[in-house]
Structure formats: structure tokens, C-alpha cells
């Protein structure tokens, strides 16, 4: 299975900040609208790292 996702920065973005989770198995947008994102921690959303904390699954994810 392959997954491909491109977001639309605009012509000169500036400043822009923005946060999505990737959830497999969703069957739709009412599944996604009752995901508990409650569970979602979000460590750091900056131009180095991206981390998440998921307190449900007791899961962390890094990008550096």
C-alpha cells in the first residue's frame, strides 16, 4: 500500500503553520470527525523536528 500526500503552500507562504494526523482504516469523514484527538500531543511542529505523542497507544513519533 502506498500513501501520497501533497499540500498547496500558496505562491509565498509566510509564517504559515499548520498540523495533520494521517489515521489508517478510516472509512470516511464521520469516522475521522470521531477519532479522539484528544489523545494527540503535539511535542514540536517547528522547521526542524516534528514530534507526536499519542497518549492512547502510549506511541511517539519523531521527524527530524
Known sequence: ????????????PANGAY?????PGMTGKA??????VANIRILSN????QAVFHTGL???QVFL
Open 46 to 49: 517547528s522547521d526542524s523536528i
Open 1 to 12: 500500500m502506498c500513501f501520497t500526500l501533497w499540500l498547496n503552500h500558496g505562491a509565498q
Open 31 to 36: 469516522a475521522m470527525n470521531a477519532y479522539p
Open 58 to 60: 502510549d506511541l511517539l
Open 19 to 23: 498540523a495533520y494526523i494521517v489515521v
